[in-house]
């Protein structure tokens, strides 16, 4: 699994509590961090680089994309690169996303990169023909959960501003379409109104790890315990510092890689 940073830690949670049997390998690219402003094809090739360390280097048997920003500028590419099953978080959530609403007005917000990249609202339109989205990009609220910073008066006033037009429109609920988001999921309840539901895709996405491993016959036999190796492209001690709070126990040390 991987991420421009600590965003892909909420999916992480989630594979791990679901399928506590599976060794995972959790990549955090922390070094080249953020993602979401970047061009979508400089983010694919950092995708790529990183697939082929996991997937080669490393011999995972599946590849999740924990990163919107990434899965929008990159998953088909790498679909048809590797020879592992590749899944994203968009299409998840979009599912999530429309399982969840009842009025079909809804929202999902996310980086620039992402939601520019047009990436949810095909995913969406997908899923039914009768949702209205509302597609917002939220720069700079990445920046405040990579600080650690999750519900000061600055995030709270930035949150505001960005999410108005979603309030305006009155959706009943609301995707989170950056990784990072959850971490913020209290400031955007407050903003939002307790009546709209947050949905997440990681949860969605762990279910979705489940299943393919299933279908194609790959689970960890059941009983034995997997373990969980994090990596980071950048400054290990703020990853493990950041990555424990953000992650749990589980994250007790990360090894630097270096690219070669
Ligand atoms: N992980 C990215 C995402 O889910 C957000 C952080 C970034 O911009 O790199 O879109």
Redesign the pocket.
Known sequence: MF???F??LTVARAVIDLLPAEDLVYLGDTGR?????RDLDEVARFAHQIAEELVHRRGVKLLVV???????AALESLRDRFEVPVIG?IEPGARALASATVTGRVGVI??V??INSGAYQRAVAAESDDLELVALACPGL?EFV?RGEFATEQVHVLTERLLAPARDAKVDTLLL????YPYLARTINDVMGRDVVLVSSADETAFEVRRVLADAGREAPEGRRGEATFVTTGDVNWFEELGRRLLGPELDRAERLRWG
Do not use: K, L
């Open positions: 991420d421009s940073g965003g892909g961090y953020p993602y979401g402003p924990a990163c919107n920003t990434a899965a929008a978080v996310g980086t990169g992402t990445v990579e379409g950056c990784t990072h």
